[in-house]
């Protein structure tokens, strides 16, 4: 799949089970002097502000980039600066019962992307699913989109940077079956996807 694909089946997700979300698209950012554009900028109100910003990674994006430190530091980037940009500025609520910002890393479902993250999957899991921003907690996600093919609202992930790390019996447990992420695991490399054969030469 296309990053435009995946960004259109994000858009309606939001729009599915979520009132009146603020979207853009290839939203762009400008702090301390460092520029970048997030895929999709989705601005929620449950009821205080909650930001999601998420990274999308197609087979396209994984085979152009030099490695998952590459894919990293992008995602890093978008952490540091997005919110850095006074256009998009968090700012401390008391009283908030979750994360102020999401920011989300998500890679298609398609043997190329499940390759790649099961290549460097120390890497992917090394990600703290908790931190800050300033005096705002937030939360930070890695994984695969899950769903693609059926009502937007059940389009979900399975992350890789949480309890349930790439390759584990409880990651696996998690797929749902029959789904584009189920059959693209079966078409790579059993001992690459359940074992962990690191090949990674990013150093």
Known sequence: MREDELAT???EHYEAVHDEPEIRLEEPYDAEGRRG??????????????????????DAAVRRATGANEVLRQYRRMERYFHADETHQLRPKLGR?????????FFAPTPTCVHHVATHRTLYGSV??????GDVPIARTVGFLTGLDGDPADLGYLSVNGEASFGSPAFFASVP???????????VDDDLVAFGDERSTDD
Do not use: M, Q
């Open 97 to 105: 019962s979750g994360p102020g910002a999401r920011y989300l890393l």
């Open 9 to 11: 089946r994000v858009v």
């Open 37 to 58: 554009v997030v895929d999709v900028h989705v601005r929620l109100r449950t009821p205080e502000t909650v930001d999601h910003a998420i990274e999308l990674k197609s």
């Open 177 to 187: 079956g029959g789904s584009r992420l189920a059959e693209s695991l079966e078409r």
């Open 128 to 133: 703290e699913p908790t931190g800050s921003v």
